[in-house]
Structures are given as structure tokens and as C-alpha cells.
């Protein structure tokens, strides 16, 4: 009679860890739909920070069986909030969601390597060429211009690219002018300001403006609420 209680108990402690895996299993994906798509796709260092603390709640929700389960719903509850706020409020301000996921790095410039980035960003030369590699580019003479994105992933422009300028590069983001980009396609910020009165815009109101094919291109910038 002993072992068959024993048994049962057993039992019963496989069950509920069952069924809190299946529980969290099912949350975590609700989680991550609610907080969006960008959580499945590239991580931003908050996004990765926040995926770590919610995988960790539920591992030790699900391996202290014997603990309320709203030990780990409550913190994991908080996080998510945390993530919605602060991405709402990084839409709204780029000083915010620059000091979050950091900038963009231009790693190379015109095919000449930016040495003085690539250690502020402590990126080695054997992590560009990986990069390089990866994208079926065999050296670096090949790049015209070469971006570090905050997610950690290289995005490359080749120079054959370069001839026809097919590729676009960002004048304006958030209603803020790129003066690198405006030194790289030789223009100057008083080009800029003539250019956004022609087409009767004001600067803050321009959410993304991109320069492709020896042409300004303005996307009006839309009220997020």
C-alpha cells in the first residue's frame, strides 16, 4: 500500500510538471505575439534581455513544482509591461531608442574601413569578414559600404551597386538629418533645408527620407499615439 502511494505521488509530480510546461509553453507564445513580431526576428539587446528573464521564470516555475505558479507569472507579468512601455515610448522619441538598442555603425565608408569604429564597437576584423563571407563577398575591396546594424548583423552595399546608386541611404530618420550620409552623396544641410521647402515639408515633420537615384524621397512622418 506504501509503494503504490509512492507511486502515485510520483505520478501526480509528473503530472504537474506536465502540465506547467504545457502551461508556460502556451503563455510564453501569447507573450511574445503581445510584445511583437520584432521579439521573433532580431533581438535588440533589451529583447534579448528580456527573452533570458522570461525563459528563466519559467524554467524555475517549472522545476520548483512545489512553488505557487504566480511566483514566476508576476515578475514574467511585469516584464512584459516593461517591454510594451518602453517600446511605446521609443517610437516616440529616437533619444530614447537610440540610448536602448545604440546606432548604427559604419563600418565601411566609400571601401575604406573604419579602423576607429570597428574598435568602439570592439568588432575585429576576423567578425567582418565572417560577415563578408556570409554574404558571398570574398574581400573587402568589393564593399562600397558596409553597416553595422544594432542587432549585430552586417548589411553590405557592393560597389557594382554603387553605379547606378540603386541601393537608398537615409537622410533623414525621425525627423533627424544623417550628416555622414549628407557628406557621403556630397550634399550640404542648406541642399537639405531647399530640397524639404520645394516639397513644403519641415524637417520634424519628415519621418524618413532616403536619397536613391540622384532623387530625395520624404515619407511624412505620422501621428503614433
Do not use: H
Amino acid at each position: 500500500m506504501k509503494d503504490i502511494t509512492i507511486l502515485m505521488g510520483d505520478i501526480m509530480e509528473y503530472l504537474v510538471v506536465l502540465g506547467r510546461t504545457l502551461f508556460f509553453y502556451v503563455l510564453i507564445t501569447v507573450v511574445y505575439r503581445v510584445m511583437g513580431k520584432r521579439e521573433v526576428g532580431e533581438l535588440s539587446i533589451m529583447d534579448f534581455i528580456v527573452s533570458i528573464f522570461i525563459a528563466e521564470l519559467a524554467a524555475i516555475s517549472i522545476d520548483k513544482y512545489d512553488e505557487s505558479i504566480f511566483m514566476s507569472l508576476i515578475p514574467m507579468m511585469i516584464l512584459v509591461v516593461l517591454q510594451i512601455g518602453i517600446a511605446k515610448v521609443s517610437l516616440k522619441s529616437s533619444k530614447v531608442r537610440s540610448a536602448i538598442d545604440g546606432d548604427p555603425s559604419v563600418i565601411i565608408n566609400r571601401g575604406k574601413v573604419n579602423f576607429k569604429e570597428m574598435l568602439r564597437q570592439r568588432y575585429n576584423l576576423d567578425d567582418l569578414l565572417v560577415q563578408l563571407r556570409s554574404k558571398s563577398i570574398k574581400s573587402i575591396e568589393e564593399v562600397d559600404y558596409a553597416i553595422l546594424e544594432t542587432s549585430g548583423k552586417l548589411s553590405v552595399f557592393k560597389k557594382e551597386d554603387d553605379k547606378t546608386r540603386s541601393y537608398p541611404l537615409p537622410i533623414i530618420i525621425d525627423g533627424e538629418i544623417q550628416e555622414d550620409v549628407l557628406m557621403q552623396i556630397g550634399k550640404s544641410k542648406s541642399w537639405l533645408q531647399e530640397a524639404l521647402k520645394m516639397e513644403s515639408y519641415r524637417l520634424e515633420d519628415v519621418f524618413y527620407g532616403f536619397y536613391q537615384k540622384k532623387k530625395l524621397f520624404l515619407i511624412r512622418k505620422e501621428a503614433i499615439k
